[in-house]
């Protein structure tokens, strides 16, 4: 799809130096001031619109403003999981490490946004409560927790899809004498472990950069873990200068290729079945990618990893062979080791010395299954095996992921019917990117598109490039509304949900499928059908006319004929 190329380096049309007063109207209002309220921002000031980007939090920057836990860094390397519209940012900025950590990321977001000017149209500490569609006028009326409203005509969530952090509602939380911690809240000021008994809860990816941060500091480290996760190496190290130079000596080529590829990432893709390969092949294959260092290294190696479950069941032995060699203690490696779910179905995690950290005599582990948590106390926290006596309580207990940031908001489409009464039973939405009956209400890493399965740096230039090419084909056509038909989120969520039986993934209780909530709908939450599908379909919708969704103009007011019917 075409989109207006205006050099990132170029002044924006219009700005604004002073938050909105009560009432202001603006073309166009962004919900978050992460990688993609930013990026979005930049497109939308590019067309000439009035824009601002209201950020709840008081600084920002998103997950890498809220996620400082120690040990919280990328899990795609530094010199992909970063913006590419711009190659003099490529030139000028200097990643420091192979995976950088949340304090480098969030310099460069910090970066971007003084390098465009975005700060000025950025107003903190603000959450969007309520979002109303005025059908009479043809815009959203939006309320905020500071009393503030203002009118778009455009909206666009950019509110993340791992920002909801899921608490674990455990009886006796706030009874704990001692300091409770979310990975996902984490005191700007740190927390000090040093010479404290401390426990983490969860071994999902938060939990595994923690816990060998915090086994350095901590007097005794007990870890509950009631899933284990498949836990790669990460590798991470230093970057050389000379590796710097020789990728921005080709990172327009680099930033091209990422663009065209199915996950955001570069490499050679798989020609061959695990199964066809004799076991010292597949092996050697597997200790190549090991050693690489790469998330998704293993699934590089051969094309049914994913999808047959007896060429995965290759790769979820070879890991558990390497917790084995790791871990000191058979009884820990053999509890560390994931049996109930294939490998990747859930998302595995980049580590640096997780597995070492159970061979230090101060960290124990507490299998939940087994011995489930029954209430914390003033103490600590009671099991059936006893109390375990803590001074600090970190939870790494994950998010209410893709749907949760857009369902913390009361939505009201045409006819007063809200968002979440429209996903009771699972998300719709055409493409992933905007629903019935919300019109010029669009979302970026939202439920049932690529996002969490891709680099998300890549998925979210695609969607807000898609997104503000359709407002400039709405504004250059005299047209008022966009909304997606009903027929065709229907045909997209079936789409989506075919594409994803195809795989191992919606079998297992996972946040993918929203299993990690109680109550949640049961639905697979993404398009795993690769980024590179997804946006030759999203390129074929718009050279159509934007096919599948309703463009109308209104005449004194009135929506006038659609002008594009409710295609695939």
């Not at 604004?16 to 109207?25: L, N, Q, V």
């Not at 980007?53 to 836990?69: K, L, P, Q, S, V």
């Not at 029954?374 to 009671?382: C, F, L, Q, S």
């Amino acid at each position: 799809m075409s989109r207006p190329r205006i050099s990132p380096t170029s002044a924006p049309t219009t700005s604004r130096s002073r938050p909105p007063a009560d009432g202001d109207r603006f073309d166009a209002v962004v919900v978050g001031a992460g990688l993609s309220g930013l990026y979005q921002l930049h497109r939308l000031r590019e067309l000439g619109l009035t824009a601002v980007a209201f950020e709840a939090a008081d600084d920002i920057g998103g997950t890498w403003y809220r996620n400082r836990y120690p040990g919280a860094r990328c899990d795609i390397e530094s010199t992909s999981y970063s913006y590419s519209f711009s190659p003099e940012l490529d030139q000028e900025w200097e990643w420091r490490e192979r995976y950088a950590a949340q304090p480098e990321i969030l310099r460069y977001v910090h970066h971007v946004a003084d390098r465009f000017g975005l700060r000025r149209d950025v107003v903190l500490g603000t959450r969007v409560t309520r979002a109303a569609y005025d059908g009479d006028r043809h815009l959203w009326r939006l309320s905020t927790d500071t009393g503030r409203a203002v009118t778009a005509r455009f909206v666009v969530l950019t509110t993340g899809c791992m920002s909801v952090p899921k608490d674990p509602a455990i009886p006796g939380t706030d009874s704990f004498a001692g300091a409770v911690h979310h990975t996902a809240r984490w005191p700007q000021e740190g927390v000090s472990f040093a010479g404290k008994q401390v426990a983490v809860i969860g071994t999902g990816c938060s939990g595994v950069q923690a816990v060998p941060v915090i086994a350095e500091e901590a007097a005794a480290l007990t870890v509950f873990q009631r899933t284990p996760a498949y836990v790669l190496p990460a590798r991470n190290r230093p970057l050389r200068e000379a590796e710097r130079a020789a990728l921005k000596a080709r990172y327009p080529e680099f930033r091209q290729a990422q663009r065209l590829s199915r996950s955001g990432t570069v490499f050679t893709p798989p020609a061959r079945s695990a199964l066809e390969a004799d076991e010292a092949e597949r092996t050697a294959a597997y200790e190549a990618a090991w050693d690489e260092g790469f998330l998704n290294g293993l699934l590089r190696t051969y094309t049914d990893i994913l999808t047959d479950e007896k060429a995965n069941e290759t790769v979820a032995e070879f890991v558990r062979s390497k917790i084995r060699s790791i871990v000191t203690d058979p009884a820990t490696a053999e509890l560390l080791s994931p049996r109930t779910f294939p490998f990747a179905t859930k998302r595995p995690c980049l580590g640096t010395g997780y597995y070492e950290a159970y061979n230090l005599p101060h960290v124990a582990l507490v299998d939940l299954r087994a011995t489930p948590i029954e209430r914390i106390t003033p103490r600590g926290i009671r099991t059936p095996d006893g109390e375990h006596d803590l001074d600090v309580i970190v939870l790494a207990t994950g998010f209410d992921a893709l749907t949760g940031s857009q369902s913390a908001i009361d939505i009201l489409g045409r006819g007063g019917v809200t968002l979440r009464e429209r996903w009771a039973d699972g998300p719709r939405n055409h493409l992933g990117l905007v629903s019935a009956g919300f019109p010029n209400l669009f979302t970026v890493l939202g439920p049932l598109s690529p996002s969490v399965l891709t680099n998300i740096t890549v998925a979210l230039e695609q969607q807000v490039e898609w997104i503000t090419g359709c407002i400039a084909h709405l504004l250059g056509n005299g047209l008022t509304e966009i909304d997606a038909t009903v027929s065709a989120e229907a045909d997209w969520g079936e789409r989506v949900a075919e594409t994803a039986a195809r795989t191992l993934y919606p079998a297992v209780d996972s946040w993918y499928t929203g299993a990690n909530v109680p109550g949640k709908p049961r639905v697979f939450l993404a398009y795993a059908g690769g980024l590179d599908r997804y946006r030759e379909e999203c390129e074929a919708v718009a050279r159509g006319g934007y096919t599948g969704f309703v463009l109308s103009s209104s005449a004194g007011g009135r929506p006038g004929a659609a002008v594009s019917g409710p295609g695939r």
